[in-house]
């Protein structure tokens, strides 16, 4: 059992020694402050572990062994200081107890050696007591430090300060315990939990990667949960980059990161102020692995950055980054696209807005002359002069409608489009519609009413719904170039208003269809290009209609003719009086006007 | 009721189209345009667009009103301190202040100013409720009206406003 009791010794001894040697090379190969620090204390906590394994030291190897054993302890207070500076005071004090502790120990090694139990143990605990200080009190600090650290770095710092709590058990025992503890057994369990100490506190500063792996579990779990917001939802490409490069962060335990696009600008940055990225350009530190961004633009990055402690990537963080990188890369694609794409559309309505209202202006003057002439207001106009004056005044008011068109389709967009809903009769909207229509019909074309002889009341806006029949009136005329009969039947029947609106016409093809309820998705066909229009009538209609709770719809076959469709909900027959007065609240078909307005860029479809 | 002469041009002319005021006492106001003793209606039009303001006046003097043009807010207020039109016309784009300000300013300075009516290229609906929140008697978008037609009307606006002012007294 001694014999097992010294190999634990020796076992113990080795293992500082290895911990101190592992440390001090790595301080060597990335030399900071504060791995200097964290070097120092396990170096001399190596020494002490191996100049404890001289059998009957000299007295001067005592005191250098009491030295390096304080200094151990006062360096883990002096790297705590790198991370969280100690005040003025403290620090002082932290000296002054330093020189009190090696006084104590070597007035105990000079003048008590053989001093009673008691008093050995006394004196002790005065040495150990301010080790125990300097280490424990970065422990603490380390641990509620460390609650508000992603799962890599709570971890490391956890581990951290278990190693170092560890050794302060075992001491306090040691000492306390005295003579207890100095039977075989008692030295092999206390060797034990030391030795215990050495993998701890090498693993927060260098952990294997598969426990690197197993801290990061928790929050790849989180990671997964996030990446759907992260890359689908992400509403700029900004606020994609900010995301990605957080979760780049807690994902690698770095301190901080960064995103930057192909030129160089910084997107984003998580703990780190964007100034200083570019000091981190200039002298990248072995403690900042970076993945290329393929974006279509160039490569862009996306950089973590350890911080001061124990800066630990290996190629497992590497490959785990590169792979994020390019889910990022597409997500910012994705955000890029969709952020140019609303700037055109933006642009778009803009243009159409400004320009259409630009356009009010000449019109006015050409049309207000025109009129005046053909008023004959300026002197009298020979027979060609009328007949050119009224030319000019259709085509002006052409120019005009086209003009209108443009506004309402831009306000569309804007969602600025009210409706003035009442409550009319369908067949007087249709009536006053197809008179704005007679001008168009020639001799070929017929026109066929079919009229219910029963009211067909609907509530919707009258203006806007004369429109929209006057279109699909004057397109079916339009659209039948070798003329035909042009028929216009209302119905209704199961809550449900119907103009159908059919002609003998063009016809409209399958791929015509696609495009027929689209913006300027006029179709144009060698019979139909020579025929003029803005290709935002039907859009228009359809949009107007399905704003008012209705729709447009169409049959069509190509050579024979077409078939619109206009729906709009009936009116709700108005209840008696008092039935109105009983539920207040009740929406009731009555005369006054009802707005509706439409949803930004939604319209209300069934 | 006046339609719009173009049936085409009746896309959504609840937005400042004519044919939607109905004027009281507009038969009232020939009369007094035909009564020889009278002097003529006097229209004042703000408008700093000297194309537009010679056509309106062309028209205008043509059926017999008198018409003064102030290119700017702030002629407007010294015309209408020095006389008193019987109608006001306001465009809403002026060099010096927007005809929504000239009319604020109006409603505090002339407290019985004559009858506005807007004539404006915009016609959002924002713009048309704005003016009538500040008493505009009607809102015209200039492209919808021809000069014959804003004539037409004039008689109606003059009858409405003072309808108006006799509520207010």
């Given at each position: 059992m001694t014999q097992a009791a010294t190999v634990a010794q020796d076992l113990t001894a080795l293992g500082f020694v290895a911990l101190g040697v592992a440390m001090g090379y790595r301080w060597y190969r990335d030399r900071g402050r504060a791995q200097g620090m964290l070097a120092a204390a396990l170096i001399c906590l190596a020494a002490v572990a191996a100049l404890g394994?001289?059998?009957?030291?000299?007295l001067v190897l005592s005191i250098v062994n009491l030295f390096l054993f304080m200094l151990s302890g006062f360096f883990v207070l002096l790297f705590r200081h790198e991370f969280v500076p100690l005040g003025r005071t403290a620090l002082y004090l932290a000296y002054a107890l330093l020189a009190l502790a090696i006084l104590v120990g070597i007035v105990d090694v000079l003048a008590?050696?053989?001093?009673s139990a008691p008093v050995a143990a006394i004196l002790g605990v005065l040495i150990v007591a301010p080790w125990s200080i300097f280490v424990g009190e970065p422990i603490v600090r380390f641990w509620a430090q460390s609650n508000s650290l992603p799962a890599v770095q709570k971890a490391r710092m956890r581990f951290l300060s278990a190693g170092f709590g560890l050794l302060i058990a075992v001491l306090f025992i040691a000492v306390i315990a005295g003579a207890a503890l100095q039977s075989p057994t008692g030295i092999l369990l206390t060797q034990l939990v030391a030795l215990l100490a050495v993998p701890v506190i090498y693993f927060s500063f260098a952990p294997p990667s598969l426990l690197r792996r197993i801290w990061r579990l928790a929050e790849e779990n989180e990671i997964r949960a996030a990446l759907q917001d992260l890359l689908i939802f992400s509403p700029t490409r900004r606020v994609m980059a900010e995301r990605a490069v957080y979760w780049a962060v807690r994902m690698m335990g770095a301190t901080s990161g960064f995103v930057t696009d192909a030129e160089g600008n910084v997107l984003a940055t998580a703990?780190?102020?964007?100034?200083r990225v570019e000091s981190l350009f200039a002298s990248p530190p072995e403690s900042v692995i970076s993945a290329p961004l393929h974006l279509t633009e160039g490569q862009g990055k996306l950089a973590v950055v350890a911080g001061t402690f124990s800066p630990v990537f290996g190629s497992e963080e590497a490959a785990q980054l590169a792979g994020y990188a390019n889910a990022v890369a597409a997500g910012l694609e994705r955000a890029r696209v969709t952020e140019r794409m609303a700037a055109l559309e933006d642009n778009k309505t803009q243009f159409l807005n400004l320009a259409s209202h630009e356009l009010r202006g000449p019109v006015t003057v050409i049309r207000g002359y025109v009129s005046m002439l053909e008023g004959g207001l300026l002197g009298d106009l020979n027979d060609q002069g009328r007949k050119a004056a009224g030319v000019m005044a259709a085509k002006v008011s052409e120019m005009n409608e086209l003009i209108e068109q443009m506004i309402e389709a831009a306000r569309l967009e804007e969602g600025g489009v009210t409706v003035h809903a009442v409550e009319i009769d369908l067949r007087d909207i249709v009536r006053s519609a197809a008179e704005m229509v007679m001008?168009?019909?020639?001799?070929?074309h017929k026109l066929e009413m079919d009229l219910p002889d029963r009211r067909v009341r609907v509530r919707v806006d009258p203006d806007r719904t004369r429109t929209i029949v006057g279109n699909l009136l004057s397109n079916a005329i339009k659209y039948s170039p070798e003329g035909g009969t042009v028929t216009c039947q209302v119905r209704s029947r199961a809550g449900v208003a119907r103009v159908v609106v059919t002609d003998e016409g063009v016809g409209i093809s399958r791929e015509g269809m696609a495009t027929l309820f689209t913006r300027f998705g006029r179709i144009l066909t060698p019979e139909t290009e020579h025929l003029k229009g803005t290709g935002l009538g039907l859009f228009l209609g359809r949009q107007l209609a399905r704003l008012q709770g209705g729709d447009i719809t169409v049959a069509s076959v190509e050579g024979k003719g077409s078939t619109f469709t206009l729906q709009l909900p009936l009116a709700v027959v108005p209840p008696s009086p008092d039935a109105a007065s009983s539920d207040g609240g009740h929406e009731v078909a009555g005369s006054t006007p009802r707005v509706v307005t439409m949803p930004a860029k939604s319209p209300t479809s069934d | 009721m006046i339609e719009p002469r173009s049936a085409l041009l009746k896309w959504f002319p609840d937005h400042g189209g004519l044919g939607s005021s109905g004027a009281p006492g507009a038969e009232i106001l020939p009369l007094r345009l035909k009564g020889r003793q009278r002097p003529a209606i006097h229209v004042l039009m703000i408008e700093d667009d000297s194309s537009i303001a010679e056509m309106y006046r062309l028209q205008l003097e043509h059926d017999g009103y008198s018409v003064s043009v102030a290119t700017t807010g702030e002629l407007a207020f010294s015309t209408l301190s020095g006389s008193a039109p019987d109608l006001v016309l306001l465009d809403l784009l002026l060099p010096d202040r927007s005809g929504f300000e000239v009319l604020a300013a109006l409603n505090e300075r002339?407290?019985?100013?004559p009858p506005v009516v807007i004539l404006s290229n915009y016609g959002e609906p924002s713009m048309i409720d704005r003016g009538r929140a500040l008493g505009a008697v009607d809102y015209l978008v200039k492209s919808r009206v021809t000069p014959a037609e804003i004539s037409e009307h004039i008689p109606g606006w003059v009858a409405q406003g003072r309808g108006r002012g006799q509520k207010d007294s």
């Open positions: 394994r001289i059998p009957n030291p000299p008590f050696r053989n001093a703990g780190i102020d964007p100034g001008p168009m019909l020639d001799a070929s | 002339f407290p019985n100013h």
